[in-house]
Each structure stands twice: as structure tokens, then as C-alpha cells.
């Protein structure tokens, strides 16, 4: 059956072999209050230039160092009590306190831009496409997707192929458009020897 498009972002599908599967996520990093572009479940959030803050990674991803993947935040939004969303709404009261999904040896599925993500790109590093940015519909997901025109064997992609999605149904056909692929990070915060500025 061929595969329709269907974007939900960098959805949380366990941990690589060996990898503790406690799945909690990260609370110590903020979203500045005045940030006004809405982020959506299952985005790749960088750290902002120096600054303590997080924002989402844009363009193609290809030389990106990721942080985290984004799973929701805890906010004030303006005139209201303090709650949590799977989606930041673009500003607040106070900074946001996100959390993420940081843990290096995380996987993710995640849906490929156009062409379908080939067998043989197992082992490869990836990019991403941002998409629209996310929808508010269903909860709030991420329009992120994997670009396969980014495929490299360099050390710099966000991200590394794992595994093409095992399952059945849609993103299962691996010879058609919008395939699904399992993903885990490569150029992370804390796959990294180098330091993020």
C-alpha cells in the first residue's frame, strides 16, 4: 500500500539497546516569555545563541547540534494561572519551563520529506525539514520531517538513521514517497566533544 503524507514531528519510540528506559524528561531548560512563535510537540530545539534559552532548529538541520526534542512545556500565559501544554503558544507571563527529550541514546520515528528513506540509509547521518512549523490539531504536533536530499556519511547531520519503521500501515512502504524511519541523535549536546555556544 503506498504511503500518504502524514508530518507529527520526532515522536519518542524508546532507547537504543543498553539504554535505560526510565523515560523522564528534562525540565532545566526555558523558553523566553517574549518568544512568540508557537512550538510544537516532537521539535528539535536548539540552544539559542548566548543565551540560557532554548528555541526551535530551523532550516535543513544539516550542521545543527541539537539539544533535545521538545515534548511540552509548563507556562503562564498572559492574564491566566500557570498550567502545562504539549505546545508552546508563542508568549507568556514568565519563561516557559520545557521539557525535553534529551537523553543521547533516544530513538524517534519520524516521516521523510518526499522520497522514501531507503534500506541502505541505515547507518547514515540525516537532516530534517521544519515543514509548516506544527498544527494546534490533535494536541499540538510538530510538521518536522527527515530530508533525505541530506543524507551523508559526515559527522555534522542532527541525526542518524536507525531503523525503517517496522510497523504496518501507513510510512511501512519502503518503496514509495513519505516513508517512516527510527531515528536517534548524532550531532546532540551530549554526543559531542565540542562545547555549545
Known amino acids: 500500500m503506498a504511503n500518504t503524507q502524514a508530518q507529527f514531528g520526532f515522536r519518542h519510540q524508546g532507547y537504543i ?6 523515560y ?18 516532537g521539535t528539535p530545539m536548539i540552544k539559542s545563541a548566548s543565551s540560557p534559552y532554548i528555541v526551535p532548529a530551523t ?27 504539549q505546545y508552546w503558544p508563542g508568549a507568556a507571563s514568565a519563561d516557559g519551563k520545557a521539557h525535553l527529550i ?36 490533535g494536541g499540538g504536533f510538530a510538521t518536522y520531517v527527515v530530508d533525505q536530499n541530506t543524507l ?18 501507513n510510512g511501512s512502504d519502503t518503496t514509495t514517497n513519505y516513508n517512516w524511519v527510527v531515528v536517534t541523535f548524532n550531532n546532540q549536546r551530549f554526543k559531542q566533544l565540542t562545547g555549545v555556544a
Do not use: E, H, K
Not at 524528561?25 to 510537540?41: H, K, R
Not at 535543513?60 to 509548563?74: A, E, M, P, R, W
Open 59 to 85: 532550516g535543513t538541520g544539516n550542521l545543527t547540534t541539537i539539544v533535545g526534542i521538545f515534548q511540552g512545556v509548563d507556562y503562564t500565559p498572559v492574564g491566566g494561572a500557570p498550567t502545562f501544554n
Open 102 to 137: 534529551d537523553a543521547p541514546n533516544a530513538l524517534f520515528l519520524v516521516a521523510s520529506l518526499l522520497t522514501a528513506v531507503p534500506s541502505s540509509a541505515i547507518g547514515q547521518n540525516i537532516g530534517f525539514s521544519t515543514g509548516a512549523g506544527g498544527t494546534t490539531v
Open 17 to 22: 539497546s543498553g539504554g535505560a528506559p526510565d
Open 152 to 169: 551523508t556519511t559526515g559527522a555534522t547531520a542532527p541525526f542518524q538513521v536507525y531503523a525503517l519503521y517496522p510497523g504496518i500501515g
Open 24 to 41: 523522564q524528561l528534562n525540565s532545566q531548560y526555558a523558553i523566553q516569555s517574549s518568544y512568540a512563535t508557537a512550538i510544537f510537540q
